[in-house]
């Protein structure tokens, strides 16, 4: 199994970045997406999930209105679109993984990638 997230970097206050995570060794078009994202010295924290059909969509208060996940389950990828950044948004960013019904618990998730870069600043 293999997630692989790219897309990060340095970005001003304002702008955007798209960030994609490539999936292989599962069954990416069963499986519920999410993206998570850790600050240096804080806990993981949430930031959105999507249904295996992409119908169905989650989103982290802290980046609702600013943030869209989506998903080609033809090029097993999952993006998450990132407008408006702010400071606070710099962390590194992890993709993950489970079968069955999406979710914001990341206990529930099976797979993760190593995860992007993200820094917000001017």
């Known amino acids: 199994v293999q997630l692989v997230e790219s897309g990060g970097g340095l970005v001003q206050p304002g702008g955007s970045l798209r960030l994609s995570c490539a999936a292989s060794?599962?069954?990416?078009?069963?499986?519920?997406m999410s993206w998570v994202r850790q600050a240096p010295g804080k806990e993981r924290e949430f930031v959105a999930t999507?249904?295996?059909?992409?119908?169905?969509?989650y989103y982290g208060d802290s980046v609702k209105g600013r943030f869209t996940i989506s998903r080609d389950n033809a090029k097993n990828t999952v993006y998450l679109q990132m407008n408006s950044l702010k400071p606070e948004d710099t962390a590194v960013y992890h993709c993950?993984?489970?079968?069955?019904?999406?979710?914001?618990?990341?206990?529930?998730?099976?797979?993760w990638g190593q995860g992007t870069q993200v820094t917000v600043s001017s």
């Open positions: 060794g599962f069954t990416f078009s069963t499986s519920a």
């Open positions: 999507i249904s295996w059909s992409g119908g169905s969509t």
């Open positions: 993950a993984a489970k079968r069955g019904g999406y979710s914001c618990r990341g206990d529930e998730y099976e797979y």
